[in-house]
């Protein structure tokens, strides 16, 4: 009986040493020291350690288990934390009340710019207008029951009616059905411009109307004339098979339209093409285009021959410019060598030359004299 008493004795020594140690482990577990006490923003769950890494660097080249380490003691201290803060149970869970955020933290896009007002809006402000909320369900005396106000299955569809009674003074044989639906597109584009016309404005942008024309209906020839050239050419054949008024004009730098090459099949035009890059390639001598040099060449001398007209005129409106009517001139007489001098622009006089006499520099009507 002694021996059985000091075995259950011990067992239950052992029991207790063995709760204690798991007890130990679990406080262990929970509880995480550091040197620095780490900063904690529990608005946003955030932790920062500022303790140095020095487990890291005994790790070596494998820190994986460190840095599991590290995480889940950092981990743990900030669930201690939130522990910590007012809890309140909804709908049977337990939840913690956070605080308010105190890192300010980068935004990914940019702060959304307020949505300016559309022109009805900003009327409605001006007036005092106030937008009246109205339910989204209606009840519809045909089928007997609540519907949308708007949109699929809607309260007093008039798209569903079969039958459609002719206005009074409406044509008997037109389409009422037709001119519903054309009714509606025109309210859907007018809706679109009216959409588009706001955006515009808000970005402070001039929306221009069609092929130029003003909408007050007061248009001048020559934009009469670009709509009407807008309108022709806005076909496939860019207007090449458009009529013309008996007296119109061709216009001017109208564009031609471009032609490419088939991507397949022409094989013949494609090697003659490229033998005669290579052709152009290798001959040592450049192809000469004899009209393009000569037009050239003549453009050149002609210019030359204005700069020099020009810069003997301005040579003679210094030396005393043109001479109007009743004007003196000087003439020197054929005893003192027989010449006379002339300004440039004056009129040569129609009488013979004295003898020995020469005309130096002077220009008659017809253009310069030439020696």
């Known amino acids: 009986m002694s021996s059985g008493g000091a075995m259950e004795g011990q067992s239950v020594e052992e029991l207790l040493a063995k709760a204690e140690r798991d007890e130990a482990e ?18 946003n769950l955030l932790a920062s350690d500022r303790n140095p890494p020095t487990g890291l660097r005994r790790a070596g080249p494998t820190p994986e288990a460190e840095l599991q380490a590290l995480a889940r003691d950092n981990t743990q201290l900030l669930i201690n934390q939130l522990w910590q803060l007012p809890t309140e149970r909804v709908e049977e869970a337990l939840v913690a009340r956070l605080p308010e955020p105190t890192t300010r933290l980068p935004r990914e896009k940019p702060v959304p710019r307020p949505r300016p007002l559309t022109r009805w809006q900003q009327f409605a402000r001006l007036k005092g207008i106030r937008p009246k909320k109205k339910t989204n369900l209606v009840w519809d005396e045909v089928s007997g029951q609540w519907r949308r106000r708007w949109g699929y299955q809607r309260a007093r569809d ?3 009616e079969w039958l459609i009674e002719v206005p009074g003074g409406a044509d008997p044989s037109e389409d009422q059905f037709a001119k519903r639906i054309q009714a509606k597109k025109e309210r859907v584009a007018k809706n679109e411009l009216n959409r588009l016309r706001n955006l515009a404005r808000a970005h402070k942008m001039q929306l221009p109307s069609a092929a130029g024309m003003h909408p007050t209906g007061h248009q001048s020839k020559e934009e009469l004339g670009r709509a009407m050239q807008v309108a022709k050419v806005s076909t496939a054949s ?24 088939p991507l397949f099949g022409d094989f013949a035009a494609e090697k003659k093409s490229q033998l005669e890059l290579l052709r152009v390639m290798k001959s040592k001598k450049p192809q000469l285009d004899v009209t393009r040099a000569t037009n050239k060449q003549m453009r050149e001398e002609d210019q030359e021959e204005a700069a020099k007209r020009r810069k003997m005129s301005q040579k003679g409106k210094r030396k005393g410019g043109r001479q109007g009517p009743g004007g003196k001139r000087k003439a020197v007489p054929p005893s003192q060598g027989g010449k006379r001098k002339a300004g440039l622009g004056s009129k040569m006089n129609s009488g013979p030359l004295p003898l020995g006499g020469k005309r130096k520099g002077g220009q008659h009507q017809g253009g310069k004299r030439r020696k």
């Open 158 to 160: 008039d798209t569903k």
């Open 26 to 43: 679990k406080l262990q577990r929970i509880t995480v020291h550091k040197e620095l006490e780490l900063e904690f923003d529990l608005g």
């Open 238 to 261: 860019v207007g090449r098979f458009q009529e013309r008024l008996p007296k119109e004009k061709a216009p001017r730098g109208s564009g031609k339209k471009r032609k490419f090459q």
